[in-house]
C-alpha cells in the first residue's frame, strides 16, 4: 500500500523557518512528479510546489523566493524548506505524488501555524 508520510509541521514565529519531509513507499519519489499542497482554514487545498520526476521544480507565486522544494533519492523523501514564514502561510500542509490521473497519492498532511 502506498503511503506518504508528511513530518516537519509545527508552531513557529512570522520570519522563521520550518523543514517538511514526505517519506513515500512503495512508490519512487523520482518516478514521480512530487508536489506540496496547503490548505488554510475555510479555503480550497492549493497547490503550493512541485518537482518533476525531472527534477525541474515550480512554485506558486505566493512561496517562490522562499520556498525551496528538494528530494533525496536514497531516502525516497521529498522536502520543503520555508524559510521567511508569515501568517498566510499557516495551513496544513499535504504531500502529493502524481503520475497520471489514475495514479495520484495523497499524504495525511502536517500542520503549520505561523503566529506569533
Known amino acids: 500500500q502506498v503511503q506518504l508520510v508528511e513530518s516537519g509541521g509545527g508552531l513557529v514565529q512570522p520570519g522563521e523557518s520550518l523543514r517538511l519531509s514526505c517519506a513515500a513507499s512503495?512508490?519512487?519519489?523520482?518516478?514521480?512528479?512530487m508536489n506540496w499542497y496547503r490548505q488554510a482554514p475555510g479555503n480550497e487545498r492549493e497547490w503550493a510546489a512541485g518537482?518533476?520526476?525531472?527534477?525541474?521544480?515550480k512554485y506558486a507565486d505566493s512561496v517562490k523566493g522562499r520556498f525551496t522544494i528538494s528530494r533525496d533519492n536514497t531516502k525516497n523523501t521529498v522536502y520543503l524548506q520555508m524559510n521567511s514564514l508569515k501568517p498566510e502561510d499557516t495551513a496544513v500542509y499535504y504531500c502529493?505524488?502524481?503520475?497520471?490521473?489514475?495514479?495520484?497519492?495523497w499524504g495525511q498532511g502536517t500542520q503549520v501555524v505561523v503566529s506569533s
Open positions: 512503495v512508490i519512487r519519489v523520482s518516478t514521480y512528479g
Open positions: 518537482i518533476s520526476s525531472g527534477g525541474s521544480t
Open positions: 502529493n505524488a502524481w503520475r497520471s490521473a489514475g495514479s495520484q497519492y
